[in-house]
């Protein structure tokens, strides 16, 4: 909504009859005229946040004095003067303002314009520097020159560059600041993925991505950014053919040189850089004094954080030289947050994780496996989110799941080692967050998303007591139904990606997340990355890579902590930004991970993706939106967004894989629980005499269903995975 147009009454040339009271019409004549009148603004805000109101107060034009023009012009020479002096002093009165908005923690700063910030800029030296020299920033993208090095810094994780170092004129002196870091490590050599084997019943299946190789990202921004124009369709057959995916399908295009984007690392001798803070770059400030924080906009109402004590960095290997495939410092873990029953979702989640990583499956004795071999960690709060834990939880987690047929087959020792279930205990995990624990408990609520806080009533009053056996929000235990939405355990997970990373390190994933491919490139990259939301220029964090106790989710935790304990992905887009942090956590394109979702928003649609879904719901309704009904069948999953590491299908937790099989259909080896699915699917059926007629099932099969069947028909053993490997049971 755009300012109010404001109309003096008694400058209206109406009527003089007064149209209000007696009382108001002689308040009107004997009050004054302000010199200031009210203008409301709305400022737009992030989705999932208020809109912010705010009412500016600007000069009042009436109190410009008019004057009759004179015969001479005199008197409307005067005027068009006093007008002018006017807008000018109030042009002057704005840039004061501005210029001083939140430029030093000892200034004025207007709600509407309030900073998450908590960090000087000697805080956010440290955070810099400690993550380049841990090797955590192999991009060759540009340091803010707000953070103000003056010093080279050099970067391990960087090839040596022919390029010199730029420079920015950003402060007067002490001197100019360096926005690159000089790059110091291991050569890269750039490689095409493809299958080399002479055996020509391969040639059906791509080849595994080599051990130790790197995707590297900022070539893959290059070619697939929104903001640059990149088409998704684009972006997907350069990430296949540069991926070898295509193996066997290949048509002819040229040279494939620009489809390269997969490197491996050449191991060096260069000395690695010893750790030391680099001084503070004395901004320059109006007074002609200098500030160390000049620049910095800090959060009202509160002090700047203590100094940042920070572990000594870590040192990165090229995987070519480690003892074992796996590094310490960068563990393949895999996590999901999942909260009420489990069901198909995250099964089918699971087994796209089995269709698709290096696992070692194939093989007899999974030792034998040269590669790191990731794991997948599955948290589990088996209570609502408000609820407190239990002593017996454990045990009753472990029994639920062994009793629950869509849970049970992933509990069977082929996949240990593989799959692990952990109970989700919030007290626990926060505790064990060195950042959090002294303070988390003194938070008014841990239900905070995009500034919109949830209270849960006190155990003990009685409105509590009154909705304890209804269906309250703080009672519900998932989505069961759209309209029953578990939002809390929503909020919840927001917060629980950051710990779960923070703590143990590894690559964050939704529950509403399937693997399309091997993700051995994105392990070898150790920056921290989330992605795009879809058009907008904040993060989605359904996919989250953190380095286990980096300096950046330290900075995170604390800023959370001070910002009302706030994880929603355009809240940490904002902590990000406000501490010129942003280039630390690489926001990839979405359609690395969510190819559909520009459509979606009714984008791209000239030229869409394979499939092409207008909205999430035709993944599991394919057919009755009357297109591509006959699609799903004939590509099956090779047809399914090739080339994108993962298909993110945004919630319809409700919504069943595969309506007329809605069960585990996984064989002989797991009969006993497809039994008891069968009967909570059917209840009426017999199910000594349960046959399979294709007459029964529906004619064309969506999305959903085919890629469920696909995965099932992998545990089986009655087709490989998508590399062509047969599990070996």
């Not at 240990?416 to 609520?445: V, Y």
């Not at 280039?583 to 000239?606: I, K, S, V, Y």
Request: hydrophobic letters at 35%.
């Amino acid at each position: 909504m755009g300012p109010s147009r404001y109309v003096n009454p008694l400058r209206r040339g109406r009527s003089p009859l007064p149209t209000h009271s007696a009382v108001q019409e002689k308040l009107d004549i004997h009050s004054k005229i302000s010199w200031l009148i009210p203008m409301p603004f709305s400022i737009p805000s992030l989705p999932g946040a208020h809109p912010h109101r705010v009412l500016l107060r600007v000069l009042n034009p009436v109190r410009v004095p008019r004057h009759p023009v004179s015969r001479f012009g005199y008197s409307y020479r005067r005027g068009v003067f006093s007008r002018c002096c006017a807008f000018l002093g109030g042009l002057l009165g704005i840039f004061i303002v501005v210029m001083f908005l939140g430029t030093e923690e000892s200034h004025w700063t207007p709600a509407f314009r309030d900073s998450t910030l908590v960090f000087s800029r000697e805080d956010l030296q440290k955070i810099w520097r400690w993550e380049i020299d841990s090797g955590h920033y192999p991009s060759r993208k540009k340091i803010p020159e707000q953070i103000g090095f003056t010093a080279s810094i050099p970067n391990p994780a960087l090839p040596p560059a022919r390029a010199h170092t730029l420079v920015s004129p950003f402060t007067s002196p002490p001197g100019p600041v360096i926005t690159t870091a000089q790059g110091v490590g291991p050569r890269r050599t750039y490689h095409l993925t493809q299958n080399l084997t002479d055996n020509l019943a391969t040639t059906a299946y791509p080849p595994r991505s080599i051990s130790g190789s790197i995707a590297d990202l900022d070539i893959i921004l290059d070619q697939c950014n929104f903001a640059n124009g990149k088409f998704v369709r684009d972006c997907l057959e350069f990430l296949r053919i540069g991926a070898g995916l295509d193996n066997g399908r290949r048509v002819r295009r040229g040279s494939l040189k620009e489809y390269k984007y997969i490197y491996t690392e050449k191991e060096y001798e260069s000395p690695y850089p010893e750790y030391t803070v680099v001084p503070i770059v004395p901004a320059a400030y109006p007074t002609g004094r200098y500030k160390p924080n000049a620049g910095l906009q800090k959060k009202r109402g509160v002090q700047w954080e203590p100094s940042l004590s920070l572990p000594p960095p870590r040192k990165q290997a090229v995987p070519s030289s480690l003892l074992t495939p796996c590094d310490p410092h960068n563990p393949r873990l895999f996590h999901m947050y999942w909260a009420g029953a489990f069901d198909d979702k995250p099964y089918i989640s699971l087994l796209s994780f089995l269709f698709t990583q290096n696992l070692g499956l194939h093989l007899e004795d999974s030792h034998e496996l040269a590669v790191c071999r990731p794991q997948f960690w599955v948290w589990i709060n088996p209570y609502p989110a408000a609820a407190a834990p239990i002593p017996s939880a454990l045990t009753d987690m472990h029994h639920s799941l062994k009793t629950n047929p869509w849970a049970a087959p992933l509990l069977h020792p082929r996949f240990k080692g593989i799959i692990k279930f952990k109970l989700w205990n919030t007290t626990e995990q926060l505790d064990g967050i060195s950042e959090l624990r002294n303070e988390w408990r003194l938070m008014e609520t841990l239900f905070n998303s995009g500034g919109i806080s949830v209270s849960v009533p006190a155990r003990n009053s009685s409105a509590a007591s009154s909705t304890a056996s209804g269906d309250c929000m703080a009672n519900r235990l998932g989505s069961k139904s759209e309209m029953a939405y578990d939002r809390l355990s929503v909020t919840m997970s927001d917060m629980v990606r950051f710990v779960v990373t923070h703590r143990f390190g590894g690559i964050y994933l939704d529950a509403d997340t399937l693997f399309l491919r091997d993700w051995e490139e994105l392990w070898g990259w150790r920056g921290a990355f989330a992605y795009r939301w879809s058009y907008h220029e904040f993060y989605n964090t359904a996919v989250l890579h953190l380095n286990k106790g980096s300096a950046l989710g330290s900075f995170l935790f604390r800023t959370a902590l001070k910002n009302g304990f706030d994880f929603h992905p355009g809240s940490i887009t904002r902590y990000l930004k406000e501490a010129y942090l942003s280039p630390l956590l690489t926001q990839l394109p979405d359609a690395l991970f969510d190819p559909a979702w520009l459509n979606t928003e009714g984008f791209q649609r000239e030229r869409p993706p394979h499939p092409f879904f207008v909205n999430f719901s035709e993944f599991f309704d394919t057919t009755s939106q009357g297109q591509q009904d006959s699609a799903p069948q004939a590509t099956g999953f090779d047809g399914f967004f090739k080339g994108a590491f993962s298909y993110h299908f945004h919630n319809s937790w409700w919504k069943p894989f595969d309506p007329a099989r809605n069960w585990p259909d996984l064989g002989p080896r797991f009969a006993e629980g497809e039994r008891a699915a069968r009967a909570v699917a059917n209840p009426d059926a017999d199910p000594d005499h349960s046959a399979d007629n294709v007459i029964d099932d529906k004619v064309d099969l969506d999305w959903a269903t085919v890629l469920k069947r696909t995965f099932e028909s992998y545990i089986r053993g009655e087709r490989p995975n998508m590399y062509g490997e047969w599990l070996y049971w």
